[in-house]
């Protein structure tokens, strides 16, 4: 299914800048350290199993770690 990597990395935007206002650059650069560039990935990108695994488990953690 196309586009799940933008769906996962715009969940995850959401969650970790839903309380701190301007955490937005501190979450790309996470994303950017674990290979995952925001900018080249759209609703049209083919989805890679490995990216998928990464984002699924990053949102996971943050879950985990702010209920």
């Known amino acids: 299914m196309a ?3 933008r769906r996962l990395i ?4 959401q969650l970790r800048t839903a309380r701190a ?9 996470h994303l950017i ?3 995952i560039n925001p900018d080249q990935y759209s ?3 083919e989805d890679d ?3 998928i ?4 488990k ?9 209920s």
């Open 53 to 56: 695994r990464i984002l699924e």
């Open 10 to 13: 715009d969940e995850l935007m």
């Open 3 to 5: 586009g799940q990597i």
């Open 21 to 29: 206002t301007g955490s937005t650059h501190f979450v790309r650069a």
């Open 33 to 35: 350290l674990h290979g």
């Open 43 to 45: 609703l049209k990108s």
């Open 49 to 51: 199993p490995e990216r």
């Open 58 to 66: 990053m949102i996971t953690d943050f879950r985990a770690n702010n």
